[in-house]
């Protein structure tokens, strides 16, 4: 009698393998998952970061601009900022209209009526989308990041500053993170 010796995988070696893949799959999903989630929370965190940093710069630019008259943008016609605040102020991404020397709560973006949404560099080619905002003091703009269940649950809120030249900034609401 000769026996040939078979070489393979016995039919149980094959089953504990794969389970021992299905357990490794089910525990590396979640975190596959997570990284989504994490992903949308830090473009959150770049999109209110870039507000943040727009509204102060057209800030200082609409102090350094106050009172001197029309002034000349190398796009979209000039930019004047009256004594009150209000006017319009030249940017690199496009004039942009103010209330009380801080970018106005809107997401158009054109000639006369672009806002913080514009000064800060989001477009909606970004997976941006905004909800409400104005023209001006008390509009309330939400800026929300798109891709996750619930992108309303993804976000912050932008309003202009309410006071004057000694008042405060604008209010920038804390991130919604519930719906990344």
């Given at each position: 009698?000769?026996?040939n ?33 994490d992903?949308r ?9 870039a ?12 102090l ?15 930019a ?7 006017g319009t ?21 054109g000639i006369?009526?672009a ?15 905004t ?6 003091i ?6 929300q ?11 912050f ?24």
């Open positions: 009698m000769n026996r010796k078979s070489k393979g995988f016995t039919l149980i070696e094959l089953i504990v393998v794969i389970v021992i893949l299905g357990i490794l799959a089910a525990v590396a999903l979640p975190r596959f998952v997570n990284l989504q989630t992903a929370i830090a473009k959150l965190n770049a999109a209110r970061g507000v943040q940093a727009a509204a102060a710069l057209v800030h200082g630019s609409a350094a601009r106050t009172g001197q008259g029309n002034i000349p943008c190398p796009a979209n016609g000039n004047n900022v009256t004594v009150t605040g209000t102020v030249c940017t690199e991404t496009g004039r942009v209209q103010i209330v009380n020397w801080y970018p106005v709560a809107n997401a158009a973006a006369t009526n806002g913080i949404f514009t000064a800060a560099g989001l477009t909606v080619a970004d997976n941006y989308s909800a409400g905002g104005g023209t001006t008390g509009s309330i703009l939400t800026i990041v798109n891709g996750g269940p619930t992108p309303g649950a993804c976000s809120t932008y309003s202009p500053s309410t006071g004057g030249v000694a008042g405060t900034g604008p209010t920038i609401g804390p991130n919604v993170v519930t719906g990344c």
